[in-house]
């Protein structure tokens, strides 16, 4: 072979090579390989895991589900250990999922069309009658103790915040730095559910109760009523250099996933990050399971089958 047929050749194998490259971006298919979608500890993460890995399914991805903790999990995605979350909320993750974001590894996939907030407040009632004057105001607390206190409170009005594993020490750090010390003690709910069994019978009896809660949730349908803290800014809480003394941001939720996801899967990536709800849909997707008592696989087969008209545009 001569020279100039050898570069010819060539020629023709590196312009074959392109045109096989964008062959292969313009039809690469979907790993086989399961999307990994983590499990938490409330009602509406729960569900949505099982709404989205019936929406990949219908696109012909495979998916598994892994308990996690949620904060641990973004850990987790960074390493591949697990593919996405899809409730990414402000004010409890937000740190934990910009930590492993900046170590690499994790990508923003979008943001919810739903605002969250996650904090302290009363149901509507203990407003409508009046129980602490003052309220929705934080300043209204410093003449109520009696009002929120529980057999296990110690004189004190108790702040039943969630599982300590959402959001750390905050609630305790910020009874403090308020000056609420004195008069409320922060107990930690075992689960989520210990939260809305307290609810409803402090409901039943007509007594006044103060928990964490946050929207979307099952709760908004019925009325719960955040308290107003002073503002949240960047840096405010103590972990982040501030005094504590602020309430909860006006958050985001958004989704995150694995860096090689958009690689690996480039349909349910695309689907994923289309993917958007509201706070009515969350909220149903809560009350399915908290007030219906559904199980979360039967929950998310049903909010598929109801709303096909709001997740199939994902998939197109
Ligand atoms: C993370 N959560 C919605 C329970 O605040």
Known sequence: MNFSKLRNKMMAGAI????????????????????????????????????IGGIFESMGNNVEYKPADSQAVYEAIRLGDITISHEVWQSTFGKSFYNAM???????????????????????????DNLCPGLPNWEALKNCKDVFSTADSGGKGRWLEGPQSWHGDLMPVRVKALGLEDDYVVKFAGG????????????KEGCGIITFNWTPNFTDAEGFVFIKFPGYTDGCRVVDGGDGACGSPN??????ANYKFPKTHPAAYTAFSKLSFTTAQIGQMAALVDVDKMSHQDAAKKWLADNKDVWMPFTQ
């Open 251 to 256: 958050g985001w939720l958004k989704k995150a």
């Open 16 to 51: 074959a090579l392109v045109f096989a490259s964008i062959g292969t971006q313009a039809w690469a298919k979907d790993s086989s390989k399961p999307i990994v979608i983590p499990t938490h500890n409330w009602s509406s993460q729960v569900v949505m895991a099982y709404v």
């Open 102 to 128: 900046a170590k690499g590894g994790v990508i923003d996939a979008g943001t919810h069309a739903a605002p969250t907030l996650e904090e302290m407040g009363v149901p509507q009632y203990v407003i409508d």
């Open 192 to 203: 989520a559910d210990a939260i809305w069994a307290e609810l409803a019978s402090a409901k």
